[in-house]
T-cell receptor, first 110, second 113 residues
Framework: GQNIDQPTEMTATEGAIVQINCTYQ??????LFWYQQHAGEAPTFLSY??LDGLEEKGRFSSFLSRSKGYSYLLLKELQMKDSASYLC???????????WGAGTKLIIKP | DTGVSQNPRHKITKRGQNVTFRCDPI?????LYWYRQTLGQGPEFLTY????????KSRLLSDRFSAERPKGSFSTLEIQRTEQGDSAMYLC???????????FGPGTRLTVL
């Protein structure tokens, strides 16, 4: 079967660093995406990894290990506006469809 | 605004009624996707189009659901004989190609009473 696991909820403090993990078991792999979704809004693209390693983009970084079926999203210098759900999605290598995790709700406290 | 747009943003209907939603993708994008999302869950894939061709439908998509993209531009999603379990956010996304990132519209929130 196909499975993507993320923690349901995390809490962090403004100005701190938080790491959101994602593990996946899929029948094929053609890249992993992270999206941010604020309550009541559509998901917005954050990052894409297809090769092992770290991709850095400003305050956000994403890491991928294909052999371990593991990724994380690292958020630095947290701001209150970072309170949102963070969705991990794996793209299939057969039909290029995205398989989505349930998302991690991140709560930022002052 | 050149992003993905969806109409209506909200729809309240009574059980048994038919509803239709519209999605206008980013103009140069040839792939268009429909998803359904319920609270606390990730998007569930419903169907997608490459240009005007509907290439795949999820098993979630019962015969009450139908989608079209007649000219390869905008798309409509129709739900016939709505049920309370159809209440969800319906998201549309588009991408330039199979390998491209998907850009999402704001969604249509459906409430079936």
């Amino acid at each position: 079967g196909q499975n993507i696991d993320q923690p349901t909820e995390m809490t962090a403090t403004e100005g701190a660093i938080v790491q959101i993990n994602c593990t996946y078991q899929t029948s094929g792999f053609n890249g992993l995406f992270w999206y941010q979704q604020h309550a009541g809004e559509a998901p917005t693209f954050l990052s894409y990894n297809v090769l092992d390693g770290l991709e850095e983009k400003g305050r956000f970084s994403s890491f991928l290990s294909r052999s371990k079926g593991y990724s994380y999203l690292l958020l630095k210098e947290l701001q209150m506006k970072d309170s949102a759900s963070y969705l991990c999605a794996v793209r299939s290598d057969s039909n290029y469809q995205l398989i989505w995790g349930a998302g991690t709700k991140l709560i930022i406290k002052p | 605004d050149t992003g993905v747009s969806q109409n209506p943003r909200h729809k309240i209907t009574k059980r048994g009624q038919n509803v239709t939603f519209r999605c206008d993708p980013i103009s140069e994008h040839n792939r268009l996707y429909w998803y359904r999302q319920t609270l606390g869950q990730g998007p569930e894939f419903l169907t997608y189009f490459q240009n005007e061709a509907q290439l795949e439908k999820s098993r979630l998509l019962s015969d009450r659901f139908s989608a079209e993209r007649p000219k390869g531009s905008f798309s409509t999603l129709e739900i016939q004989r709505t049920e309370q379990g159809d209440s969800a956010m319906y998201l549309c996304a588009s991408s330039l190609a199979s390998q491209g990132e998907q850009f999402f519209g704001p969604g249509t929130r459906l409430t079936v009473l």
